[in-house]
């Protein structure tokens, strides 16, 4: 009981923290759900921290920024997946979850035909590995910028292979 009244104290305390965080990643979307994982980081701040290693408030805001920016990548990733599904599936019947397993499995290959070495390795690293534009870059030792050209040149010869075999079947 004492630590739920220790920590409504504290969530009064940093509440202008969090909006000022919400604010400072231009957060327009979501905003109530941006302020729940704020919350819940200072609660996870507050009960990881270590008085010896720093003050308080710099750990809280590191801890509620990166589990902002976290949350901000797991949505882009998980909105750019679905877009990528929408831009490849021409049948109805497939669902997400059997796209991404027919990609892994058998197209995979016949898909990675059509690409150059690295935009071969943005597909391979972004759908079986799940990595991030920035993860690829850096265990392939480049740019991000680089990797997202990369992205673009493979999506836009997916895109015009799916076209051309959709005009076959007709």
Not at 29 to 52: H, M, P, T, V
Not at 66 to 95: C, H, I, P, Y
Request: hydrophobic share 35%; glycine share 4%; net charge negative.
């Amino acid at each position: 009981m004492h630590q739920a009244v220790r920590f409504v104290e504290l969530h009064q305390q940093f509440e202008p923290m969090i909006f000022h965080i919400i604010k400072r990643l231009s957060i327009y979307k979501n905003k109530q759900e941006f302020y729940q994982i704020g919350c819940i980081a200072l609660w996870e701040a507050s009960q990881r921290f270590d008085k010896e290693k720093g003050e308080f408030k710099s750990y809280a805001y590191s801890y509620i920024i990166g589990r902002m920016k976290s949350a901000l990548t797991e949505d882009r990733v998980k909105q750019e997946k679905e877009e990528l599904f929408e831009d490849f599936s021409t049948r109805e019947e497939v669902s997400h979850d059997d796209f991404f397993d027919i990609l892994s499995e058998s197209e995979f290959e016949g898909i990675s035909t059509l690409l150059t070495v690295n935009q071969r390795k943005w597909l391979k690293g972004y759908f079986l590995y799940g990595f991030t534009p920035s993860e690829i870059a850096h265990d392939e030792g480049v740019s991000v910028s680089a990797v997202k050209g990369w992205r673009r040149d493979a999506l836009t010869k997916l895109r015009l292979h799916i076209t051309s075999e959709d005009l076959k079947e007709s």
